[in-house]
């Protein structure tokens, strides 16, 4: 079945650790997003991608990373520098940047 | 300054109910205005899609209207049940920033 997929769903953190979430699409979509959810807020963007090897910052980009080296990939790296990162994160992809958004199940990353 | 404003905030109302949700934008240019649904530590999921020369558009209980001349959308559920419980998304044009939404609860 075509769809995206996060992983891991649930990761604990020490502070001061650099950690990778995973995004992997099979739905052959150009375009890729990474949202934080803080509990009760809405989804705020942090990275997105409209082609491979080509990504731009969203609204809140300072202490996370991103690379868009495969159509299918867009891995995000939440940074030491990310001084408040427990948070709920979703990717999302979409055939282009007016489409429907297609997302993930999220990743729960909670630092300890 | 391109805007999308969602009412209510939160909204609570018993089973078997009906309810409106409004959304209005001053996005422009406007291109489409979709709604999604979110169910708590879930991603959005798209339930309708309007265009410019669209004025309704239905998904099973759910109902979209759009009038562009004053920018305003609404989603109307009908005989509500506890699995809209949720938070509904306006998005307009440009598709990828999403606002907090309306918080629907659904009691029984």
């Known amino acids: 079945d075509g769809g995206i997929t996060q992983s891991p769903k649930y990761l604990f953190r020490k502070e001061g650790q650099n950690v990778t979430l995973s995004c992997e699409q099979n739905?052959?979509?150009?375009?890729m997003y990474w949202y934080r959810q803080d509990p009760g807020q809405g989804l705020r963007l942090i990275y997105y991608?409209?082609?491979?090897?080509?990504?731009q910052k969203g609204d809140i980009a300072e202490g996370y990373s991103v690379s868009r080296e495969k159509k299918e990939s867009f891995p995000l790296t939440v940074t030491s520098a990310q001084k408040n990162p427990t948070a709920f994160y979703l990717c999302?992809?979409?055939?282009?940047?007016?489409?429907?958004?297609?997302f993930g199940e999220g990743s729960r990353l909670t630092v300890l | 300054k391109n805007q999308v404003e969602q009412s209510p905030q939160s909204l609570i109302i018993l089973e078997g109910k009906n309810c409106t949700l409004q959304?209005?934008?001053?996005?422009?240019?406007?291109?489409?205005l979709r709604w999604y649904k979110q169910d708590t530590g879930r991603g959005p999921v798209s339930l309708t899609i309007?265009?410019?020369?669209?004025n309704t558009k239905s998904n099973g209980r759910y109902t979209a209207t759009l009038d562009a001349d004053t920018k305003q959308s609404s989603l109307h559920i009908t005989a509500s049940q506890l699995s809209d419980s949720a938070s509904y998304i306006c998005?307009?044009?440009?598709?990828?920033?999403f606002g907090a939404g309306t918080r629907l609860t659904v009691k029984p």
């Open positions: 999302a992809s979409s055939a282009d940047e007016t489409g429907e958004l297609f």
């Open positions: 739905l052959n979509h150009d375009a």
């Open positions: 991608s409209q082609i491979v090897n080509d990504f």
């Open positions: 959304c209005n934008y001053t996005v422009s240019p406007f291109s489409n």
């Open positions: 309007m265009t410019f020369s669209e």
């Open positions: 998005v307009v044009s440009e598709g990828m920033r």
